[in-house]
Each structure stands twice: as structure tokens, then as C-alpha cells.
């Protein structure tokens, strides 16, 4: 049983769409996060949420800790946010991770 | 500021041996946690270091440990190597200990044969 549930697994976008992708989580966590890995394995941490919305420049995280679900919205996709993101709780000191939404965006 | 190095970057081993890899946090962060991922596991977490100490352990076997310098360097050691092990082993920084933003480093690309 995952601690974290991803979706949609792939995802394939026009650009300039808006892009939603899910993550619920089952256990009770004290901070989520939004992570980007790009081909070629480098990770970007993009956001960290414990409650509440962050956004940062077209990208927006919010999450409902009553309902365990966070989403990422990205806002006039481009090209350049091909890439897999990946969803990370952190529960009792420990960080669980989602398998990953593999984004690609067609110009 | 300089962001968190890994080395070696690429690392061929056989089965059975050992391997240590390396991670330079970020100047001033005192906190660094090991990562493995995999394409049938995903990523995965080893440990966390801070102050020298280890504060957080996944659910690896102890093949897996590691260490914390006094200047914020870790190392991690994978002895008697299996095939499973081949991965990518990412380790990420941050300022303090637990949920805080982590930095990530490249990675160590391990194969084992």
C-alpha cells in the first residue's frame, strides 16, 4: 500500500493549457512538498505546504489537510516544464513519496 | 552559493563489493538526507544526518549506513552489493533538521553487476 497516490501517472499537454496534477496522502503529515525531476535525475524542490496555497510565478500548490489531497496547477504550460513531478509527505519524521506525474508539453 | 555536490557522478561495481559514496551539502546547512530511486520503487528514504548524528532512517537493510562530518559532509556506504542496488542515489540538504526545503545534488548513478 503507497502512502502516496499520484495522478494521472502520464500527462500530455498543448502549450499554453492549464495542468493539474493530484496527490492524496493516508497518513497524517506535518508538510508536503512538490517536487520537479527533469531527465537526467536532477531534483527541484518547488514547493513546501502545510497549509493553505503557495504560488510561484506560474505554478500554484494547495493542499486540504482535512481531505489528505494536494494539487499542483501549472498556468500557461510551456515546453520547458516537461519534466516528472513528484509528491513527497512527510509523516513521523520520514518523507513518503509519490511514484510521479510525468508531464509533457507539446509546443 | 555553491548547491550540493555528489561524487562520484557514475559508479560500475560488481556484486559482493562495497561502495561509499560521497555528498557536500550546501555551505551553512547541517542537515543531509540520502535518497534511493529506482524505476520499480520510485524514490525511497534512507536516512537523514544531522550535527553527526543520525536522526531518521528508512526502511533499508543495514548494507545501508552512512555518516556526518563535523564540516556537514556525508557519506554513504552500501556493503556486500546486489544486483537491487543499482540506482540513483540522491542526497539533499537543508538548514536544519526534519521538514524543512531540501537542496537536491545530482546524484550517484550505481550499477552493480
Known amino acids: 500500500k503507497n502512502e502516496v497516490e499520484q495522478s494521472p501517472q502520464n500527462l500530455t499537454a498543448q502549450e499554453g493549457e492549464f495542468i493539474t496534477i493530484n496527490c492524496s496522502y493516508s497518513v497524517g503529515i506535518s508538510a508536503l512538498h512538490w517536487l520537479q525531476q527533469h531527465p537526467g535525475g536532477g531534483i527541484v524542490s518547488l514547493f513546501m505546504l502545510s497549509s493553505g496555497k503557495k504560488k510561484h510565478g506560474r505554478l500554484i500548490a494547495t493542499i486540504n489537510i482535512q481531505e489528505k489531497h494536494s494539487s499542483l496547477h501549472i498556468t500557461a504550460s510551456h515546453p520547458r516544464d516537461s519534466a516528472v513531478y513528484i509528491c513527497a509527505v512527510v509523516a513521523g519524521n520520514q518523507f513518503y513519496f509519490g511514484t510521479g506525474t510525468s508531464l509533457t508539453v507539446i509546443p | 552559493k555553491a548547491g550540493v555536490t555528489q561524487t562520484p557522478r557514475y559508479l560500475i561495481k560488481t556484486r559482493g563489493q562495497q561502495v561509499t559514496l560521497s555528498c557536500s551539502p550546501i555551505?551553512?546547512?547541517?542537515?543531509v538526507s540520502w535518497y534511493q530511486q529506482t524505476p520499480g520503487q520510485g524514490l525511497q528514504f534512507l536516512f537523514e544526518?544531522?550535527?553527526?548524528?543520525?536522526?531518521n532512517k528508512g526502511n533499508f537493510p543495514g548494507r545501508f549506513s552512512g555518516r556526518q562530518f563535523s564540516n556537514s559532509r556525508s557519506e554513504m556506504n552500501v556493503s556486500t552489493l546486489e544486483l537491487g542496488d543499482s540506482a540513483l542515489y540522491l542526497c539533499?540538504?537543508?538548514?536544519?533538521?526534519?521538514?524543512?526545503?531540501?537542496?537536491f545534488g545530482p546524484g550517484t548513478r550505481l550499477t552493480v553487476t
Open positions: 544526518y544531522f550535527s553527526e548524528t543520525q536522526r
Open positions: 539533499a540538504s537543508s538548514i536544519l533538521q526534519g521538514n524543512n526545503e531540501q537542496y
Open positions: 555551505s551553512g546547512h547541517r542537515s
